[in-house]
Antibody, heavy 123, light 113 residues
Framework: EVQLVQSGAEVKKPGESLKISCKGS????????IGWVRQMPGKGLEWMGI????????RYSPSFQGQVTISADKSISTAYLQWSSLKASDTAMYYC????????????????WGQGTMVTVSS | DIVMTQTPLSLSVTPGQPASISCKSS???????????LYWYLQKPGQSPQLLIY???NRFSGVPDRFSGSGSGTDFTLKISRVEAEDVGVYYC??????????FGQGTKVEIK
């Protein structure tokens, strides 16, 4: 079964650092883009960026460039999203998702999603 | 960034009746490769989003045929021919014509009357 399993919920204080993870299984991890999507409480979806684990090619939304770091360790089929200094406004659910494939052709969309990691930043 | 604008923001539908959601982009989503990079997702309550429609009008694997997509350029529509109880949730359009800047619409909440 193809799946993405994310790390558990986090509660942090402003200024702290954090790295959350997304482990892929059931497919060739290095062959599909993995993206991160933010959903603030009661709000819509925001695309943060994507990484190609095969060569670590990474693209960021201008809104998130410099605010977070996306990385991947292909040896353990895991992608990461990290912050060096959290803010209260980073409180949100974060989803990782895999590039979709249809009829053996890659799509610029996501089909397999992780269960989400809730990050709460509060003093 | 390309801005995606959905209307309406909420919709209350009687089971068995049709529903329609509009999505407009601030720039054309037609790429020089001939593809139009417009997608539709549904996020059911308490769940991760799921892909419904890709490249304007193609149903993704396993998506019921009561869902259909249409449109071109900057104007797109998602239609549900006969709404069922399991269709409740928030529908999002998304563009990915620029590899480094995909954007979602603000979402349309569909509920059952």
């Amino acid at each position: 079964e193809v799946q993405l399993v994310q790390s558990g919920a986090e509660v942090k204080k402003p200024g702290e650092s954090l790295k959350i993870s997304c482990k892929g299984s059931g497919y060739s991890f290095t062959s599909y883009w993995i993206g991160w999507v933010r959903q603030m409480p009661g709000k819509g979806l925001e695309w943060m960026g994507i990484i190609y684990p095969g060569d670590s090619d990474t693209r960021y939304s201008p809104s998130f460039q410099g605010q977070v770091t996306i990385s991947a360790d292909k040896s353990i089929s895991t992608a990461y999203l990290q912050w060096s200094s959290l803010k209260a406004s980073d409180t949100a659910m974060y989803y990782c998702a895999r590039q979709a494939i249809q009829v053996a052709a890659p799509l610029r969309a996501f089909d397999i999603w992780g269960q989400g990691t809730m990050v709460t930043v509060s003093s | 960034d390309i801005v995606m604008t959905q209307t309406p923001l909420s919709l209350s539908v009687t089971p068995g009746q049709p529903a329609s959601i509009s999505c407009k982009s601030s720039q054309s989503l037609l790429h020089s490769d001939g593809k139009t990079y417009l997608y539709w997702y549904l996020q059911k309550p308490g769940q991760s989003p799921q892909l419904l429609i890709y490249e304007v009008s193609n149903r993704f694997s396993g998506v019921p045929d009561r869902f259909s997509g249409s449109g071109s350029g900057t104007d797109f529509t998602l239609k549900i021919s006969r709404v069922e109880a399991e269709d409740v949730g928030v529908y999002y359009c998304m563009q990915s014509i620029q590899l480094q800047a995909w954007t979602f619409g603000q979402g349309t909440k569909v509920e059952i009357k």
